[in-house]
C-alpha cells in the first residue's frame, strides 16, 4: 500500500524506529508456542520493510532483541537466535533486489561465532547499497549504545586528540551505532504498552511516538499508514514556539 501524494507532500517521516512488540503473546493467544510467534512477527517485519521501501523512507530501525532479553527462558533464546541467523543467510538475495543496506546495532560479541560471521558477510555485501538503511537493533540497548560513545570520547581525551571543550551534540551522534543517519523522526511500538524499554534513547530525543494495542504480527500496512498519517498531524517545534503573538 502506497501512502496518497498528498498524504507525503510535506515533512515525511525519514527515519522511523519500530519496537515490535507481542509475538509471544500472539502465539500465546492461539494455544502454540512463542517461537511461532516470533515466526510470525518475522513476516511482519518483512511486509514493514517492503512499506518502507515502496514509500521511499531513509531509514527503518527495527527492534528485534534488546539487552534485557537473555533473561527469557534459554530455550526461547536459542530458539531466537536460530530464527534470526535463518533470516540473515535467507534474506541476502532480497536485500541486495531491493538495494537495502543492513546494519546490525548492538552487541554483536555475545551472539556465537556462526551468527556474528553472518552478520558481518550481510553488513559487506550491502555497504554499498543506496536506498532503503535497515537497521536491526540486537543485543541493543540504548544506554549501552549511550556508553559506548562515552567510552570513545574518554579513549580520544586520553590521546590528546580531543579536548573537553570540544565536546558537543553534534560530535556525539557521530559516536553512537546510528552515526550514519539522522535522528528518528517516528517511533512506532506495538502491542499495547507505552515505554520506550531503552530504545535509541539518545536519537528519539525528539521523535513523535505512536502506540497501538496490536500485536506485532498482525501489523500490517494500514497500521503502518495510520502511523505516518499520525506524524504528519503534529506540529514539530523542537522547542520553539511558532506563530505566539508578544
Known amino acids: 500500500m502506497l501512502l496518497k501524494k498528498s498524504d507525503t507532500v510535506n515533512h515525511q517521516p525519514r527515519h522511523i524506529a519500530i519496537i515490535m512488540d507481542g509475538n509471544g503473546r500472539w502465539a500465546n493467544n492461539r494455544g502454540k508456542m512463542r517461537i511461532f510467534g516470533h515466526k ?12 518502507a521501501i515502496k514509500n521511499r523512507f531513509n531509514a527503518l530501525t ?10 527469557r527462558p534459554k ?18 538475495h532480497s536485500l541486495q533486489k531491493n538495494n537495502i543496506r543492513l546494519k546490525i546495532i548492538g552487541d554483536i560479541s ?9 552478520i558481518k558477510k550481510t553488513e559487506a555485501l550491502t555497504r554499498k547499497n ?11 540497548g540504548g544506554r549501552w549504545d549511550i556508553i559506548q560513545g562515552v567510552k570513545k570520547i574518554v579513549d580520544q581525551v586520553q590521546k590528546g586528540t580531543l579536548y573537553p571543550d570540544q565536546i558537543n551534540e553534534s560530535m556525539f551522534c557521530k559516536l553512537i551505532s ?4 539522522m535522528p528518528v523522526d517516528l517511533v512506532i511500538r506495538t502491542g499495547g504498552e507505552y515505554r520506550i524499554s ?4 539518545w536519537q528519539i530525543a525528539y521523535s513523535e511516538l505512536f502506540f497501538t494495542d496490536v500485536l506485532w504480527p498482525d501489523f500490517n500496512h494500514d497500521i503502518f499508514s495510520n502511523a505516518i498519517r499520525f506524524f504528519l498531524k503534529r506540529k514539530r517545534r523542537f522547542g520553539h514556539i511558532k ?3 508578544m
Open 62 to 71: 527495527l527492534y528485534a532483541f534488546s539487552s534485557e532479553n537473555w533473561k
Open 75 to 92: 530455550k526461547e533464546v536459542s530458539d531466537l537466535m536460530k530464527l534470526f541467523l535463518y533470516s540473515l543467510s535467507n534474506t541476502v
Open 40 to 51: 510470525a512477527g518475522l513476516e511482519s517485519a518483512k511486509r514493514a520493510v517492503n512499506f
Open 198 to 201: 531503552n530504545f535509541l534513547l
Open 178 to 181: 546510528t552515526n550514519e543517519l
Open 243 to 245: 506563530n505566539t503573538i
Open 130 to 140: 543506496n536506498g532503503l538503511n535497515l537497521n536491526i537493533a540486537a543485543n541493543y
Open 110 to 118: 555475545r551472539f556465537n561465532f556462526r551468527l556474528q560471521k553472518y
